[in-house]
T-cell receptor
Framework: QQQVKQSPQSLIVQKGGISIINCAYE??????FPWYQQFPGKGPALLIA?????SEKKEGRFTISFNKSAKQFSLHIMDSQPGDSATYFC????????????FGKGTLLTVNP | NAGVTQTPKFQVLKTGQSMTLQCAQD?????MSWYRQDPGMGLRLIHY???????DQGEVPNGYNVSRSTTEDFPLRLLSAAPSQTSVYFC????????????FGEGSWLTVV
């Protein structure tokens, strides 16, 4: 049973456009939702994270939107740049903890110049 | 400051062989963990530790052993390698309390033939 469903699998965006990646979860005990960015041959790196007491969190060009009632959260990348081309993973943790994260399957983002 | 260091980077094993993937961090982090990443599967937690002498199982622990005798090191042992353990393995670490940024190593590519 996949607890965190991520879509789309791949995404192609033009430079300057908005990239949107969506995740949905089933376990209502999840209360910590990070996004990770991974470049080829490297480990994942934390991009931004949100807890369910807020509906949106913004850091620079990256925004997480969170809908608790729908059990969905999404990553928006504004003014997408070729350097943003990477694989993005959403994840979820419970008990306010990131000790045992459940990851989505990933989205390969390509930003064309 | 090297961060999270994994060795070896690449390894080919024969079915039934045993080996240890090494992980060391120089950030004095209490939390350390091992994830495996398979194509189209995201990352899945194998084992984690919140301090020396303390370990716990993650989502996919079967076939793997861990121990934590020092704060710095968290080796992952494959007791009898199987082709299903062909994967990319990532070690990660973080400061306590839970919720601090998790830092991933660059990965160890393991092929079991």
């Amino acid at each position: 049973q996949q607890q965190v469903k991520q879509s789309p699998q791949s995404l192609i965006v033009q430079k300057g456009g908005i990239s949107i990646i969506n995740c949905a979860y089933e376990n209502t005990a999840f209360d910590y939702f990070p996004w990770y960015q991974q470049f080829p041959g490297k480990g994942p790196a934390l991009l931004i994270a949100i807890r369910p007491d807020v509906s949106e969190k913004k850091e620079g060009r990256f925004t997480i939107s969170f809908n608790k009632s729908a059990k969905q959260f999404s990553l928006h990348i504004m003014d997408s740049q070729p350097g943003d081309s990477a694989t993005y993973f959403c994840a979820a943790g419970s008990g306010g903890s990131n000790y045992k994260l459940t990851f989505g399957k990933g989205t390969l983002l390509t930003v064309n110049p | 400051n090297a961060g999270v260091t994994q060795t070896p980077k690449f390894q080919v094993l024969k079915t039934g062989q045993s080996m240890t993937l090494q992980c060391a961090q120089d950030m004095n982090h209490e939390y350390m963990s091992w994830y495996r990443q398979d194509p189209g599967m995201g990352l899945r937690l194998i084992h984690y530790s919140v301090g020396a002498g303390i370990t716990d199982q993650g989502e996919v622990p079967n076939g793997y052993n861990v121990s934590r005798s020092t704060t710095e090191d968290f080796p992952l042992r494959l007791l009898s390698a199987a082709p299903s353990q062909t994967s990319v393995y990532f070690c990660a670490s973080s400061q306590l309390p839970s919720g601090n940024t998790i830092y991933f190593g660059e990965g160890s590519w393991l092929t079991v033939v």
